[in-house]
């Protein structure tokens, strides 16, 4: 039997495009689960059209009915309101906050046994309201964000030096917001950091226009953010789990101590395998690291507080 990957948002721009990434790479069959009558079926249904000419066997069915997430492997929750120009990710809160619940509610009941990857935004308040609405052990809930910044860098990075993008690693802690924290220390070409590479006045524009990445892009598309980016973000992070991979990816994760972090949901350095989150890696960070990624977490847990859920013991 094939493994089940459902995708409650699966209507919108990300959520489809999560389905088209799984589907090709023939990890799991997909439900499209979604709000939007008809939507998630027609979206299915012209997948299911294109799967004999893209070569992929994966069984694609569409859904207005949040119980059809039973049995899944892993859920991914792309539904909510994505930004306009001028919104910044916390502006989201409120309208995504009930539907975050409502779809992480339906998980636990319909699905007690999936890894449940967030990725409606405010990214990291939203990831940590999944894990108190399902009641889930903390490997079992991600949020994913730090794949698609360490991917934007990765791009910007190999556009600057003329080098091919699969050879730049780079790694982006923090939450998903403007306070997130490129590491050009711990960013490579070919093995070798780009602090070697590139002057730091380029570095730290490489770094801006990453933290301004999503906003870059909902500029420009001016209704609606990116999606091909974060849902082959989201995707990479279902393959790791599907296929038990070990991954050391970035993601927002629930922390109980880690970098002296406690009771919230931020980016940082995980190992990624069928059991979820398996380990969180702590970098030694420099002074200037320290604080700015104690400044995202102070940001993220703002945005917390403003759920009014009792603290975890
Ligand atoms: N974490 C990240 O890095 C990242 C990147 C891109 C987008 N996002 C976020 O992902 C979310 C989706 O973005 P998008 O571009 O796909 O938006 P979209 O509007 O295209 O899709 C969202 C979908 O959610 C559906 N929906 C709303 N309420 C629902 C409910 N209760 N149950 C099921 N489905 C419901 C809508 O009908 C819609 O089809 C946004 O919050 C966006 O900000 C996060």
């Known amino acids: 039997?094939?493994?089940?990957?459902?995708?409650?948002?699966?209507?919108?721009?990300?959520?489809?495009?999560?389905?088209?990434?799984?589907?090709?790479?023939?990890l799991a069959d997909v439900v499209l689960i979604d709000v939007i009558e008809g939507v998630p079926m027609g979206k299915a249904l012209d997948l299911t059209q294109a799967a004999p000419l893209r070569g992929s066997n994966a069984r694609l069915t569409g859904s207005n009915d949040l119980a059809d997430v039973k049995g899944s492997d892993?859920?991914?929750?792309?539904?909510?309101?994505p930004r306009k120009p001028g919104m910044s990710r916390s502006d989201l809160l409120a309208a995504n906050a009930e539907i975050v619940r409502g779809a992480a509610e339906a998980v636990k009941?319909?699905?007690?046994?999936?890894?449940?990857?967030?990725?409606?935004?405010?990214?990291?308040?939203?990831?940590?309201?999944?894990?108190?609405?399902?009641?889930?052990?903390?490997?079992?809930?991600?949020?994913?964000a730090g794949?698609?910044?360490?991917?934007?860098?990765?791009?910007?990075?190999?556009?600057?030096?003329?080098?091919?993008?699969?050879?730049?690693?780079?790694?982006?802690?923090?939450?998903?917001?403007?306070?997130?924290?490129p590491l050009p220390r711990y960013t490579t070409v070919g093995g070798i950091p780009i602090t070697e590479l590139l002057p730091a006045d380029a570095i730290e524009r490489l770094s801006q226009r990453t933290r301004d990445g999503g906003a870059e892009i909902v500029g420009l598309l001016k209704t609606g953010s990116a999606y091909y980016a974060p849902a082959a973000s989201?995707?990479?992070?279902?393959?790791?789990?599907?296929?038990?991979?070990?991954?050391?990816?970035?993601?927002?994760?629930?922390?109980?101590?880690?970098?002296?972090?406690?009771d919230l949901f931020i980016g940082v350095p995980c190992v990624l395998g069928a059991g979820g989150?398996?380990?969180?890696?702590?970098?030694?960070?420099?002074?200037g690291e320290k604080s700015a990624l104690t400044k995202s977490a102070n940001a993220v847990a703002k945005d917390i507080s403003e759920l009014h859920l009792p603290a975890t013991p």
């Open 1 to 26: 039997m094939n493994r089940k990957v459902s995708v409650i948002g699966g209507g919108g721009n990300v959520g489809a495009s999560v389905g088209v990434y799984v589907a090709e790479r023939g």
């Open 74 to 81: 892993v859920v991914v929750v792309t539904a909510g309101f």
């Open 109 to 144: 009941k319909n699905a007690p046994q999936a890894i449940l990857i967030v990725v409606t935004n405010p990214l990291d308040v939203m990831a940590y309201l999944a894990f108190k609405a399902s009641g889930f052990p903390k490997n079992r809930v991600l949020g994913m």
């Open 147 to 181: 794949v698609l910044d360490s991917a934007r860098f990765r791009a910007f990075v190999a556009m600057e030096l003329g080098v091919a993008a699969v050879d730049v690693q780079a790694m982006v802690l923090g939450g998903h917001g403007d306070s997130m924290v």
């Open 234 to 262: 989201t995707v990479e992070m279902v393959q790791a789990v599907l296929k038990d991979e070990k991954r050391l990816l970035p993601c927002s994760v629930f922390l109980s101590g880690e970098y002296g972090l406690r």
């Open 277 to 287: 989150v398996e380990r969180v890696l702590e970098l030694p960070l420099s002074e």
